[in-house]
């Protein structure tokens, strides 16, 4: 484990609500390269919103922050969120 590894984290989201066709997904990824997050973001089956989050603490948390809100015409009702322990490292952030 590197020392970078130390202070990074990955966790998994699902964001139910308005969240569909309402521009969530390239206002994530937006927001991800802002706050330099890395991993990746698409819609569920079940009309909730699925995302992976990989970066700095601090970083991770800002973003999970702007998700309670999401983009302007979003409803979020709950972000459900949870640490993963996947051993992959994404170098970028991605809309699937």
């Known amino acids: 484990m590197s020392e970078s590894d130390l202070?990074?984290?990955t966790v998994?989201?699902?964001?139910?609500?308005k969240v569909q066709g309402v521009g969530f997904r390239a206002a994530a990824a937006r927001h991800?390269?802002?706050?330099?997050v890395t991993g990746w973001v698409r819609n569920a089956p079940d009309g909730s919103v699925e995302l992976?989050?990989?970066g700095?603490?601090?970083k991770v948390d800002r973003l999970l922050s702007w998700l309670y809100q999401g983009p302007e015409h979003a409803r979020v009702e709950h972000v459900h969120v949870i640490?993963?322990?996947d051993d992959r490292?994404?170098?970028h952030f991605?809309?699937?």
């Open 56 to 58: 700095k603490t601090d």
């Open 83 to 85: 640490r993963s322990y």
């Open 52 to 54: 992976l989050l990989q």
């Open 89 to 91: 490292r994404y170098q």
């Open 94 to 96: 991605q809309i699937r």
């Open 7 to 9: 202070d990074s984290e």
């Open 32 to 36: 991800a390269h802002l706050h330099e």
């Open 12 to 17: 998994e989201v699902v964001v139910t609500g």
